[in-house]
């Protein structure tokens, strides 16, 4: 799966060239960490950096941009120096085509970590009127074409008489962030596969099913926010008939405002989302650019205090950050002890 981290640093010659390589462009390395990526990760991120700093008086407080997922691989992958970033959050994992565009810049070296696990939550406002949906009704509220025929449906109880007869207003993630990703993968294209004539098409027309299953709906009934999950909180506040999707981590800081929908008759609860029984679960990331370390300063002790953090005894646990099993864990730390490359075969 993994190979080692490229050694062309080790040797003093060589690390002169990789310190020129990444300070190259503003006139000398930078002596701070710069971070962007998933909305979802960030207020993880943002937790670990606040604390680093506390750690040593020499560490300097990382940077960090809130940009979506997809936003941050981009610039992640742009290549090597002070005038890119060092790590890039991810709400899902690194893509083929983002590995490739990384490898084709130069960012040869990127170092995969599971920082632990978070759940796609469906949420509503407390004085909204409890239901609860499955994948294949979520499916078919804001997908545009549901089984292959434009979106007719108005109010929930066109999808089930038995919910309310209120207007289906859902808001939710971008097309650029990983949370919209697992949403899509996890929920819509579960539910869009209930349907037999829909699910074959992956094998025989797979453009098709993709059409068919993950396109949402223009139409005002799917409101994109863009990449900020606490608009959505206020917005499920202020029409208490709306739902919100969004990673769990925001519904377990808002609970005295919102309440988590069951999925498939599972609430969005930690141990729900831990133990694999909640359907929206998904693991969260960090990538390292491995080219960068040992330039700028102190990023591997960052990477380190993040996975710390992230233990059953960590203090991200308070901000709704699920512990990534045992063996997950052991594998990450061996990955920051021995800096592993991503070698990208498993990639999708």
């Not at 062309?8 to 962007?36: F, K, M, P, T």
């Not at 990703?181 to 037999?196: H, P, Q, R, S």
């Not at 405002?257 to 029984?277: N, Q």
Request: glycine share 10%; charged share 25%.
């Amino acid at each position: 799966m993994m190979k080692k981290l490229s050694i062309a640093c080790i040797s003093v010659l060589a690390l002169s060239a990789c310190n020129d390589q990444a300070s190259s462009g503003q006139g000398g390395a930078r002596d701070y960490i710069e971070i962007v990526g998933s909305s979802t990760v960030y207020p993880f991120a943002k937790a670990v950096a606040e604390q680093f700093e506390n750690l040593d008086p020499a560490y300097k407080s990382p940077k960090l941009e809130s940009t979506g997922t997809g936003g941050g691989m981009e610039l992640f992958c742009s290549g090597v120096g002070p005038n890119t970033p060092d790590i890039a959050n991810a709400s899902r994992r690194m893509k083929k085509s983002e590995f490739d565009r990384c490898q084709e810049n130069g960012v040869e070296n990127i170092v995969e970590f599971i920082v632990g696990i978070d759940g796609i939550a469906v949420a509503q406002s407390k004085e909204g009127a409890k239901f609860s949906l499955t994948p294949a009704e979520i499916y078919e509220a804001v997908a545009a074409n549901p089984y292959g025929k434009p979106n007719t449906a108005v109010n929930w109880s066109d999808i089930n008489p038995s919910f309310p007869n209120t207007k289906i207003n859902v808001y939710g993630p971008p097309s650029t962030s990983g949370t919209r990703d697992a949403l899509t993968e996890l929920i819509m294209e579960v539910g869009c596969k209930t349907d037999a004539a829909t699910k074959a098409l992956k094998e025989s027309d797979k453009e098709k099913f993709e059409e068919v299953c993950h396109d949402v709906r223009t139409d005002g009934a799917y409101v994109d926010t863009g990449e900020n999950d606490n608009l959505i909180i206020q917005k499920l506040s202020a029409n208490p008939d709306s739902l919100g999707i969004f990673g769990y981590s925001y519904l377990e800081a808002n609970m005295d405002k919102i309440r988590g929908m069951p999925v498939a008759g599972v609430e969005p609860t930690y141990d729900a989302i831990a133990g694999g029984e909640y359907p929206g679960a998904r693991p969260l990331y960090i990538y390292l650019k491995g080219e960068h370390v040992n330039v700028i300063p102190n990023l591997k002790e960052y990477v380190a205090e993040f996975l710390k953090a992230g233990a059953s005894d960590g203090y991200l646990k308070k901000y709704g950050l699920i512990t990534a099993p045992d063996d997950v864990r052991a594998k990450m730390d061996a990955a920051i002890s021995e800096l592993s490359a991503l070698d990208g075969s498993e990639l999708k």
